[in-house]
Protein backbone atom coordinates (compact mmCIF):
# COMPACT_ATOMS: atom_id res chain seq x y z
CA UNK A 1 0.00 0.00 0.00
CA UNK A 2 2.87 2.64 0.47
CA UNK A 3 4.36 1.70 -2.41
CA UNK A 4 0.87 2.52 -4.62
CA UNK A 5 0.93 5.48 -2.38
CA UNK A 6 4.24 6.73 -3.19
CA UNK A 7 3.92 6.26 -6.89
CA UNK A 8 0.52 7.29 -7.27
CA UNK A 9 0.82 10.26 -4.62
CA UNK A 10 -2.19 9.48 -2.93
CA UNK A 11 -4.37 11.81 -0.66
CA UNK A 12 -4.91 10.40 2.84
CA UNK A 13 -8.20 10.30 1.91
CA UNK A 14 -7.70 8.22 -1.30
CA UNK A 15 -5.64 5.83 0.78
CA UNK A 16 -8.27 4.91 2.92
CA UNK A 17 -11.04 4.86 0.19
CA UNK A 18 -8.91 2.40 -1.46
CA UNK A 19 -7.44 0.49 0.91
CA UNK A 20 -10.00 -2.02 1.63
CA UNK A 21 -9.93 -2.99 -2.06
CA UNK A 22 -5.90 -3.21 -2.37
CA UNK A 23 -5.87 -5.26 1.01
CA UNK A 24 -8.64 -7.63 -0.53
CA UNK A 25 -6.88 -8.24 -3.66
CA UNK A 26 -3.41 -8.98 -1.38
CA UNK A 27 -5.32 -11.79 0.21
CA UNK A 28 -6.31 -12.72 -3.08
CA UNK A 29 -2.82 -12.87 -4.02
CA UNK A 30 -1.87 -14.93 -0.73
CA UNK A 31 -4.87 -17.74 -1.39
CA UNK A 32 -3.87 -18.31 -5.51
CA UNK A 33 0.12 -18.11 -4.10
CA UNK A 34 -0.69 -21.18 -1.60
CA UNK A 35 -2.89 -22.76 -4.34
CA UNK A 36 0.14 -22.91 -6.62
CA UNK A 37 2.46 -24.28 -4.05
CA UNK A 38 0.37 -27.16 -3.03
CA UNK A 39 -0.37 -28.12 -6.90
CA UNK A 40 3.33 -28.14 -7.48
CA UNK A 41 4.15 -30.33 -4.84
CA UNK A 42 1.28 -32.14 -5.90
CA UNK A 43 2.82 -32.43 -9.20
CA UNK A 44 6.68 -33.35 -7.76
CA UNK A 45 5.13 -35.91 -5.46
CA UNK A 46 3.63 -37.91 -8.38
CA UNK A 47 6.81 -37.56 -10.39
CA UNK A 48 8.67 -38.82 -7.43
CA UNK A 49 6.34 -41.70 -6.78
CA UNK A 50 6.94 -42.69 -10.62
CA UNK A 51 10.93 -42.27 -10.27
CA UNK A 52 10.68 -44.18 -7.07
CA UNK A 53 9.66 -47.16 -8.29
CA UNK A 54 13.16 -47.75 -10.17
CA UNK A 55 15.77 -47.09 -7.90
CA UNK A 56 17.22 -49.50 -5.12
CA UNK A 57 16.22 -49.72 -1.63
CA UNK A 58 18.74 -47.43 -0.37
CA UNK A 59 17.99 -44.63 -3.09
CA UNK A 60 14.70 -45.09 -2.01
CA UNK A 61 15.36 -44.63 1.65
CA UNK A 62 17.30 -41.54 0.24
CA UNK A 63 13.87 -40.07 -1.69
CA UNK A 64 12.05 -40.71 1.54
CA UNK A 65 13.72 -38.38 3.24
CA UNK A 66 14.28 -35.48 0.37
CA UNK A 67 10.40 -36.39 0.08
CA UNK A 68 9.59 -35.72 4.44
CA UNK A 69 12.37 -32.47 4.57
CA UNK A 70 10.23 -31.05 1.54
CA UNK A 71 6.88 -31.44 2.59
CA UNK A 72 8.25 -29.87 5.99
CA UNK A 73 9.78 -27.13 4.11
CA UNK A 74 6.05 -26.15 2.10
CA UNK A 75 3.85 -26.77 5.23
CA UNK A 76 6.42 -23.67 6.96
CA UNK A 77 5.90 -21.67 3.86
CA UNK A 78 2.21 -22.41 3.83
CA UNK A 79 1.91 -21.46 7.43
CA UNK A 80 4.03 -18.24 6.77
CA UNK A 81 1.76 -17.29 3.92
CA UNK A 82 -1.70 -17.92 5.72
CA UNK A 83 -0.15 -16.03 8.83
CA UNK A 84 0.64 -13.24 6.33
CA UNK A 85 -2.88 -13.10 5.51
Known amino acids: MRRLQRVAQLTPEESAKIRPRVESAVKQMQSIQIQAMQQG ?17 DQQKRLEHFRERRREFLQEAIAKREAQR
Open 41 to 57: SDALDAALAEIETGLNP
